[in-house]
């Protein structure tokens, strides 16, 4: 399938996320406090000294201060100034979808709009779900120079492939710059359905590019195996998981090295 998509590229910093090469390399970064945020991401940055990471993901439903936002500013300045070129994507995953379940007294919209208005990160999670005809968050992130990953993630199963075919479509004409999809295989058969379904989208999408993953251990080859399906991102781990089936981002970079070789 390798050469056979529209491709459209995003350009964060100098990494360039683009469907059909390796894989760009995406890290959760988690703690409840700053404290536990900056260790992590003491750990995060020592293990890119010996393998690639690309992209943090600041999972912000992990931390306990999301509502003060002097506060959410402050940490995410730190992080960003020792993450150098390395892009910044800020995520609040709604418990629905796999975050943590917590009370908000400001909605998720208004933090990330706060953090999308003042630019404190370089790219932010929408859910699909969180949206209708048209996504405000959109067109402010335009205006402020932020990237939009708009997600959907299912953690009960795999819908059929015209599903997430439309789905991940459905993201790319709202006007997200990149579109992600995350579900759940109850036997190879939904993996299958899930690597097809993202070449599906990217024939009949707009080329912007695409995340889509299989989660748990029957999943775990959709994680490297995005440059011969298309998906231009994987998730990996230091420490602690975000996901099920995460892999640990040296043996993630293991064998994304390995798939790259034989396809180039």
């Given at each position: 399938m390798k050469g056979t998509f529209v491709n459209k590229e995003v350009v964060i910093r100098n990494t360039v996320i683009k469907s059909g090469i390796r894989p760009l390399v995406c890290v959760p970064l988690m703690g409840e406090d700053d404290q536990l945020v900056m260790e992590h991401l003491?750990?995060?940055?020592?293990?890119?000294?010996?393998?690639?990471?690309?992209?943090?993901e600041f999972r912000a439903d992990y931390y306990d201060e999301l509502q003060d936002f002097k506060k959410v500013k402050d940490i995410l300045a730190k992080v960003r100034e020792a993450l150098g070129d390395k892009v910044l994507l800020f995520t609040i995953r709604s418990?629905?979808?796999?975050?943590?379940?917590?009370?908000?007294?400001?909605?998720?919209?208004?933090?990330?709009?706060?953090v999308i208005e003042n630019k404190l990160a370089d790219m932010v999670d929408v859910e699909l779900a969180s949206?209708?005809?048209?996504?405000?968050?959109?067109?402010?992130?335009?205006?402020?120079?932020?990237?939009?990953?708009?997600?959907?993630?299912?953690?009960?199963?795999?819908?059929?492939?015209?599903?997430?075919?439309?789905?991940l479509i459905r993201m790319q004409r709202l006007g997200a710059d990149v579109a992600k999809i995350a579900v759940m295989p109850h036997s190879k058969e939904d993996l299958e359905v899930l690597l097809s379904a993202t070449v599906d989208a990217h024939m009949k999408g707009t080329g912007a590019p695409i995340v889509s993953m299989s989660m748990g251990e029957i999943g775990a080859q959709s994680r490297i195996l995005g440059e011969v399906y298309g998906s231009a991102v994987t998730f990996g781990s230091v420490g602690q998981v975000s996901a099920p089936g995460?892999?640990?981002?040296?043996?993630?970079?293991?064998?994304?090295?390995?798939?790259?070789?034989?396809?180039?």
């Open positions: 003491e750990d995060i940055l020592n293990e890119a000294k010996e393998t690639r990471i690309d992209i943090v418990p629905r979808e796999g975050g943590v379940d917590r009370e908000y007294s400001k909605t998720i919209e208004e933090i990330n709009s706060f949206v209708g005809e048209k996504c405000a968050l959109i067109d402010l992130a335009k205006m402020n120079q932020v990237k939009i990953i708009m997600s959907n993630h299912d953690f009960e199963k795999t819908p059929d492939r015209e599903e997430i075919v439309n789905r995460q892999l640990q981002v040296r043996e993630l970079n293991e064998m994304l090295d390995m798939i790259h070789n034989k396809t180039v």
